[in-house]
């Protein structure tokens, strides 16, 4: 069954350290999504990608935070120096959109890392 | 006006009965609803979609969609505990303004349900 890998699972950190996380997208998916959802909140989308372009970044904090997806196929997001407000759970989920216009895309999300910053 | 609304209980129904969720949307040009279960500490998981008014059944699950109320609804028929999760309701929002963009993915916080044995 196709699925959307993330690693790690867990991630523990100290304020002010640098963390990554990894995706991989459902094997034929160009559209790619960093979401953040903070505990007892719906996801919020991070950073939205079309193979390897940046559609749609404007509520990724630019300033600690970068995503990759250099070949279009998986992705890193890079969160430096983390803050304790950054602790949350990070989802990456991917779709077969046929076009950024897709009103009927169906995303399908990994199993997300859960990251506490102390 | 949240985009995307709903209750986010808890909702307890015991097990074997009819469960109803309810969300509702502001944005009238949306044209895709997704619901998506959450079990505690996992990722969603997406459950039914649904694009047109009216009904949508699959197996246990019931979809309802209603534009001209901007409503949506899930109905879980003979509850099981294992359904006990947070229902998350999506909605596929346009994108703004006049130039070019993606469909962007809208959550409500959740519906707590809890199924008692």
């Known amino acids: 069954e196709a699925e959307v890998a993330q690693s790690p699972r867990y991630k523990i950190t100290e304020k002010s350290q640098a963390v990554a996380f990894w995706c991989d997208p459902i094997?034929?998916?160009?559209?790619l999504y960093w979401y953040r959802q903070i505990l007892g909140q719906g996801p919020e989308l991070l950073v939205q990608?079309?193979?390897?372009?940046?559609?749609?970044d404007s509520q990724l904090p630019k300033d600690r935070f970068s995503a990759e997806r250099l070949k279009g196929v998986d992705s890193t997001l890079k969160i430096q120096p983390a803050e304790l407000g950054d602790s949350a759970m990070y989802l990456c989920?991917?779709?077969?959109?046929?076009?950024?216009?897709?009103?009927?895309?169906?995303?399908?999300f990994g199993p997300g890392t859960r990251l506490t910053v102390l | 006006q949240k985009e995307v609304e709903q209750n986010s209980g808890p909702l307890s129904v015991p097990e074997g009965a009819i469960a109803s969720l309810n969300c509702t949307y502001s944005?009238?040009?949306?044209?895709?609803f997704f619901w998506y279960r959450q079990y505690s500490g996992k990722s969603p998981e997406l459950i039914m979609s649904?694009?047109?008014?009216g009904d949508k059944e699959d197996g246990r699950f019931t979809a309802q969609l209603n534009k001209a109320s901007q409503y949506v609804s899930l109905l879980i028929r003979d509850s099981q505990p294992s359904d006990s999760a947070t229902y998350l309701c999506a909605v596929n929002v346009p994108p703004r303004g006049s130039g070019a963009g993606s469909y962007q993915l809208t959550f409500g916080k959740g519906t707590k349900l809890s199924v008692i044995p």
């Open positions: 989920a991917s779709s077969l959109a046929l076009g950024l216009a897709d009103p009927y895309n169906e995303q399908f």
């Open positions: 990608f079309q193979d390897e372009s940046v559609v749609d």
């Open positions: 944005d009238r040009g949306s044209q895709s």
């Open positions: 649904i694009y047109s008014n």
């Open positions: 094997s034929g998916h160009a559209t």
